[in-house]
């Protein structure tokens, strides 16, 4: 088992281009998460899935969208980066019933 | 949703135990307590929870006061590795995380 992976690690955007985030797991779990996190801050909740084609906004959801269209992958776009979206994107499942999370490895993504 | 209070910082000397406070006055009956480290800029991991009894695994040990409006996590014999960012959640009734700044801990050889 893989677990969660996040593709890519490391990315560097202009003002004004756009990317997607992929996050993958291997543990056919019901739910996903995308979180965001700042220098010295702890994680804030982007949005979330709770089931293939489904999806849900979070703590900080603007600037972002998202897709589940396979239960395995949660897609985040950032549309037209901004520098303010520069920060450190968690992915993390969890399987239903369960509430322990299970995290990805982090894209550090910088956008100048 | 109860929100969490954790000192900023601590330092512990490697091989001696670790006691990490959290204050969750605002717990509901129904709230869990989780907890959760991040070790040098890693996504978080999961170390243990607990509604209302004591709880220990092999990671670590909680205790939860009997009003439940506090914790303690313990680390039993802290080493290097145990380095890291530790998180005390109080974990809502949809499932959601929310991360606070956590308490820094530095082990120390």
């Known amino acids: 088992n893989a677990g969660v992976t996040q593709t890519p690690k490391f990315r560097v955007l202009k003002t004004g281009q756009s990317m997607t985030l992929l996050c993958a797991q291997d543990?056919?779990?019901?739910?996903m998460y995308w979180y965001r996190q700042d220098p010295g801050m702890g994680l804030r909740l982007i949005h979330y899935?709770?089931?293939?084609?489904?999806?849900a906004k979070g703590e900080v959801p603007d600037g972002y969208n998202v897709s589940r269209l396979k239960k395995q992958n949660f897609l985040l776009g950032l549309e037209s980066a901004a520098p303010s979206q520069t920060s450190v994107y968690f992915c993390a499942s969890r399987t239903s019933g369960v509430r322990e999370q299970f995290f990805g490895p982090g894209t550090r993504l910088t956008v100048l | 949703d109860a929100k969490t209070t954790q000192p900023p910082s601590m330092d512990c000397a490697e091989g001696r135990a670790a006691n990490l406070p959290c204050n969750h006055s605002?717990?509901?009956?129904?709230?869990?307590v989780y907890w959760y480290r991040q070790i040098h800029s890693q996504g978080p991991q999961y170390i243990i929870h607990?509604?209302?009894n004591n709880e220990t695994n092999e990671m670590a040990s909680l205790i939860i006061t009997e009003d439940r409006k506090s914790s303690t996590l313990i680390l039993p014999h802290a080493t290097l590795r145990d380095t890291a960012v530790y998180y005390c959640i109080v974990l809502s009734n949809d499932y959601k995380l929310s991360f606070g700044a956590g308490t820094t801990v530095t082990v120390r050889a």
């Open positions: 605002t717990i509901s009956g129904n709230e869990y």
């Open positions: 543990m056919n779990h019901e739910y």
């Open positions: 607990g509604l209302k």
């Open positions: 899935s709770v089931g293939e084609g489904t999806t």
